[in-house]
């Protein structure tokens, strides 16, 4: 088994490379190599080159490497594919925005939580990720940022320094059954790459414990509800956790969270639609009838509203709406003093959406 550098801390890491004759500054100019996020040994050019080939065979630098990196066609979105030291795969996104750069992190290989219109819980839960797995996707997306510098994509917009600046734990699993790790990962992220709290969103299908567990670690984050319903027995067909905690504890708990830490809640909803026996696409979540429902639970508290546009999986039985569809459903909103927005879809062109890429090389499709 190779060592993972990365994983080792500073004393490890000197006594690796002495006990490889090599004297003790290798190890901190292998730390810094690792910082940024090296995939290899071969681009430490200020290492000799006989110990970079040293290195290559008994070491490797992260806990992770890159099975398939794809990019959009607009060149602003690059998912990956990646494999962790026992063989699990995950999957995390670089979204080049003009606020800046941000990475989309996979705190869970695969999920328990069985919604309806996921991809990533197909497979189930396979084991939640440590922290520096967590933090290696960041430092990934870090290195990619840094090629694109060597090469012609120029970070977009002005505001944009061409780091990574926000964290959004919005990939693959379930954050809150990983709660432990998931604040470590943050604090190293805001530790070591200074990345502010208010730019770190944490996104949850509901788990009331780890709502509280949050608003204990007392950080202000930005908390995102995955909600999709707006009621008990429509949200409970869809979302299996909602049998345990109620849509009125988990909102409760949200409201609470962002009271605490004065952030804005950010509410997920993904219009879904379904086909009738006609073929025709009606609406699911998103009739009239549900955006007043959904006015009813939010008025009054300082939430935004992000509509998902349903990206479509081929296991799942939904069916995406039209746009007049979800415009019908954000005006009702948006008259009623809800602010709202309609979710881009970043990366459509490469199955950017929850566990599809993995789902697709599980099933050994291209
Ligand atoms: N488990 C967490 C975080 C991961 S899912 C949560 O539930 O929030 C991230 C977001 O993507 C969630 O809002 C999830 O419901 C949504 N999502 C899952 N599958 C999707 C799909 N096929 N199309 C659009 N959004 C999807």
């Not at 290195?143 to 926000?166: F, M, Q, T, Y």
């Not at 693959?172 to 432990?180: F, I, K, M, S």
């Amino acid at each position: 088994m190779k060592t993972i550098l990365f994983n080792l801390n500073d004393s490890e890491l000197e006594q690796f490379v002495t006990d490889l004759g090599q004297p003790r500054f290798r190890a901190k100019q292998i730390r810094e190599w690792l910082n940024r996020g090296a995939p290899d040994f071969s681009v430490m050019k200020n290492l000799p080159e006989d110990l970079r080939a040293k290195l290559s065979e008994i070491a490797e630098t992260l806990p992770l490497k890159i099975v398939k990196k794809l990019q959009s066609s607009d060149n602003q979105t690059t998912k990956f594919l990646l494999e962790l030291n026992d063989g699990e795969q995950i999957e995390c996104v670089l979204m080049r925005t003009t606020y800046g750069n941000s990475v989309c992190v996979s705190s869970q290989a695969g999920c328990a939580m069985g919604c309806k219109f996921c991809a990533s819980t197909l497979l189930g839960l396979k084991r939640n990720l440590t922290v520096n797995e967590m933090f290696a996707q960041v430092l990934t997306a870090q290195w990619e940022l840094r090629s694109d510098r060597l090469s012609d994509i120029k970070p977009n917009g002005d505001a944009n320094n061409g780091d990574v600046s926000h964290i959004v734990v919005m990939g693959t699993g379930e954050p809150l059954q990983n709660t432990e790790n998931v604040i470590g990962f943050l604090e190293r992220a805001n530790n070591e790459l200074n990345i502010s709290w208010r730019r770190i969103t944490v996104s949850t299908c509901g788990i009331v414990p780890g709502i509280e567990e949050l608003n204990k670690w007392g950080r202000p984050i930005n908390l995102a509800i995955s909600l999709h319903a707006p009621t008990d027995e429509l949200r409970s067909q869809i979302m299996p956790i909602n049998n345990k905690y109620k849509l009125r504890e988990v909102l409760d708990a949200a409201f609470a969270f962002s009271d605490t830490h004065n952030r804005q809640l950010m509410i997920e909803y993904i219009l879904l639609g379904k086909k009738d026996k006609d073929g025709s696409v009606v609406a699911y979540n998103a009739n009239n009838e549900h955006a007043e429902k959904l006015v009813e639970l939010l008025r009054g508290h300082n939430v935004m509203v992000n509509l998902i546009p349903w990206n479509s999986v081929d296991e799942r039985d939904f069916a995406s709406l039209s746009g007049n569809a979800v415009h019908r459903f954000q005006d009702i909103l948006i008259k009623n003093g809800i602010h709202t927005r309609i979710r881009r879809e970043r990366g459509a062109d490469i199955g950017s959406a929850c566990g599809q890429l993995r789902l697709k090389n599980a099933k050994g499709q291209k």
